[in-house]
């Protein structure tokens, strides 16, 4: 099954409400959150309160991306302030089986992302722990980024390591520079999940996620 997650990087924070009911109506399947530290990556997001602010406006699942150094220390925060997958990178933990487990334990689905120059090799331990397994196309930090082409590689590389661990492929989402135009590529290498912020809030919201959901279904042909 594949599925869309708006980022709301690239909203109009103005009419945030009014812009999640339209990803919503429109047919999303989450909503994603990047939340940046200005450690980690050079930018700063936004945290907690406006994600416990924006629960309350869709039912939509979220999906949080931490972008922030030693994630360990907030994933608490996250869950009670309504995350429902928690995804952390692996180059910020320094024990990252130890996150892992304790978002578990704290009730949320499991993400790992690695960055473009990240191998997938480091996630042979952890892989059969995980939900979800983000694949970062462009350098993480700033939204509006050309998608990487090398990185088309990945996805049938993470579908691999969970053939040689033996253990169930989790879903495999791509995020960074995905539009219309490139995201049937994406999907036909292994991608089941992609996260798209210029390609669905500029312009009409509705015939860019229907836009998303027509290339679904051709790939699931």
Do not use: W
Not at 172 to 196: C, P, R, S, Y
């Amino acid at each position: 099954m594949y599925q869309l997650s708006p980022s709301i990087l690239a909203a109009d924070f103005a009419n945030l409400s009014e812009q999640l009911f339209a990803v919503e109506e429109a047919g999303a399947d989450m909503v994603h959150i990047d939340v940046m530290d200005g450690q980690f990556v050079p930018r700063i997001s936004y945290g907690m309160p406006v994600i416990e602010s924006i629960r309350r406006v869709t039912k939509l699942p979220f999906d949080v991306h931490l972008m922030v150094a030693e994630p360990y220390r907030f994933i608490e925060d996250f869950k009670e302030c309504g995350a429902d997958l928690l995804t952390v990178h692996a180059e910020a933990c320094t024990h990252l089986h130890s996150t892992v487990t304790k978002i578990r334990q704290c009730g949320m689905k499991v993400g790992v992302a690695i960055n473009p120059a990240t191998p997938v090799e480091v996630l042979r331990h952890i892989i059969g722990e995980v939900d979800m397994v983000l694949v970062m196309t462009v350098n993480p930090g700033f939204g509006g980024q050309k998608f990487i082409p090398n990185m088309l590689k990945k996805p049938g590389m993470v579908k691999q390591l969970a053939v040689d661990e033996g253990v169930a492929c989790p879903d495999i989402q791509v995020d960074g520079g995905i539009t219309l135009f490139n995201v049937g590529e994406i999907l036909k290498v292994g991608a089941n999940n992609i996260v798209a912020g210029t390609s669905v809030f500029s312009g009409d919201i509705k015939a860019n996620i229907a836009g998303f959901k027509e290339a679904f279904e051709n790939a699931a042909k």
